[in-house]
């Protein structure tokens, strides 16, 4: 049995909201926090730096305003992402005002540093750190991690290869902390599919674009309802890592998606270069194909809850069919 903090233990549903860059912003942030879910945002989307203290002074004062008003049913926590890479130069700036708003969770991410965890737990917040292997996960807990984010095969953005059946067994043949499972998920079948498998949380991220309150372009929205898992692309050109890109944004930029050149990793960039890399070139996962139509926030995660609950039903009633307890 996993060993959960109290903070993340009454959620609606067992969901974490990813981090999208670009794409993520305070308002989807506090409507993913009051649907009940864990909502989060780079702290990188804050363009110029100096707009982060506004957008977390935002979301803090906003939550607690709602809790105020809806005390038996308070908003989810949420989190901000950091990217710890060379290339950015605001990290330490950044972590500064994730102290001093007492950010709940920090996802860290390329990057696993002693100091960002330290950070946050100098005032009780707890740390997921993305991973894409086995290894990594180690070194990750090793420094002070406080959970994890397994990144499998499929996931938006900057995906690993493994499948989600692999790296979950193996993460928790040793660690007993948070998981949350990245890759394709997109319905509720899916969430309680993770939670199986051995994952506290299921991680969602390309869905949300496809949301009113996403900042993300309408063609880019329509992408996601239009597009399957037959349209995304496995590449490393755009960033120097390999990540998932829809199909229709590689033609728009002139290039052949089915014949992209190998990129070198050192050429990975989060300041203004790569932000418009990013803009141009449309991060998604595979798990796309079952999402139908830009909806709000809120009806997507009520569309998750009713789903989540209806999956539990049937395996209940499967199990009962077949005499097996659960």
């Not at 420094?143 to 059946?165: E, I, N, Q, T």
């Amino acid at each position: 049995m996993s060993k959960i903090p109290s903070s993340l233990q009454n959620l609606r549903i067992p969901v974490i909201a990813a981090p999208m860059f670009i794409i993520s912003n305070p308002k989807l942030v506090i409507e993913q926090c009051k649907a009940g879910i864990i909502g989060s945002m780079p702290a990188l989307n804050a363009r110029p730096a100096a707009q982060l203290d506004e957008w977390l002074a935002e979301i803090t004062e906003e939550l607690a305003a709602y809790n105020a008003k809806n005390p038996d049913r308070p908003a989810a926590p949420f989190a901000i992402n950091q990217i710890v890479h060379r290339s950015n130069e605001r990290l330490e700036q950044d972590m500064e005002l994730c102290v001093k708003y007492k950010v709940p969770i920090i996802i860290s991410s390329l990057g696993a540093r002693e100091e960002i965890f330290d950070a946050a737990h100098s005032y009780g917040g707890i740390v997921f750190h993305d991973v894409i292997n086995n290894t990594f996960a180690h070194k990750a807990v090793e420094k002070g991690a406080d959970g994890l984010v397994a990144v499998a095969a499929g996931a938006g953005g900057h995906a690993g290869v493994k499948s989600p059946f692999a790296f979950i067994q193996e993460i928790r043949e040793w660690f007993d902390g948070p998981l949350a499972l990245s890759g394709s998920i997109a319905t509720g079948s899916s969430i309680l599919a993770a939670e199986a498998m051995g994952a506290d949380f299921a991680y969602i991220g390309s869905p949300f674009i496809a949301t009113d309150e996403a900042r993300a372009s309408k063609a880019y929205k329509q992408a996601i309802v239009d597009c399957t898992s037959d349209d995304i692309v496995y590449s490393n050109l755009f960033t120097g890592i390999h990540g998932n890109y829809l199909k229709p944004s590689i033609q728009a930029a002139g290039l052949d998606p089915d014949n992209l050149p190998e990129s070198d990793p050192s050429k990975m960039n989060f300041g203004e270069d790569g932000a418009k890399a990013w803009k141009d070139i449309w991060g998604s996962g595979q798990g796309i194909g079952a999402i139908k139509a830009v909806t709000s926030t809120a009806k997507y995660v009520d569309k998750l809850d009713k789903e989540y609950l209806e999956a539990r039903d049937r395996l209940y009633s499967k199990a009962q069919e077949n005499s097996i307890h659960i």
